[in-house]
């Protein structure tokens, strides 16, 4: 069974930095792309960030350029989202999600298989 646990979110104030960890299990963490998504109060589930299964490829959402940082540590079973410079509209719940490689990337929920619960990040002004 596949299992994608977030952590990491919380409270903090526009300007700060936070870091999620979504680690997995149940799967060959390898053979998956790794995504982030985030889902604020009212809005759809979009895109924020993907990597490719070796963390040699990486790619964003427009909004999270230069302030958000997706990484991924194989031998950990775990993908994280680094993100500094943090603005209120950043404020939704956030989930990981796989693909299996071979399908190649995308930033559509979708095309996503397996998700985490998610883990809130609320960040304040």
């Known amino acids: 069974q596949v299992q994608l646990v977030e952590s990491g979110g919380g409270l903090v104030q526009a300007g700060d930095s936070l870091r999620l960890s979504c680690a997995a299990s149940g799967l060959i963490f390898s053979t998956y792309t790794m995504g982030w998504f985030r889902q604020a109060p009212g809005k759809e589930r979009e895109f924020v960030a993907g990597?490719?299964?070796?963390?040699?490829?990486?790619y964003y959402a427009d909004s999270v350029k230069g302030r958000f940082t997706i990484s991924r540590d194989n031998a950990k079973n775990t993908v994280y989202l680094g993100m500094s410079s943090l603005k209120s509209e950043d404020t939704a719940v956030y989930y990981c999600?796989?693909?299996?490689?071979?399908?190649?990337?995308?930033?559509?929920?979708?095309?996503?298989?397996?998700w985490g619960q998610g883990t809130q990040v609320t960040v304040s002004s």
């Open positions: 999600a796989t693909r299996p490689r071979y399908k190649g990337p995308s930033d559509y929920p979708n095309e996503y298989d397996s």
């Open positions: 990597i490719n299964w070796s963390g040699s490829s990486t």
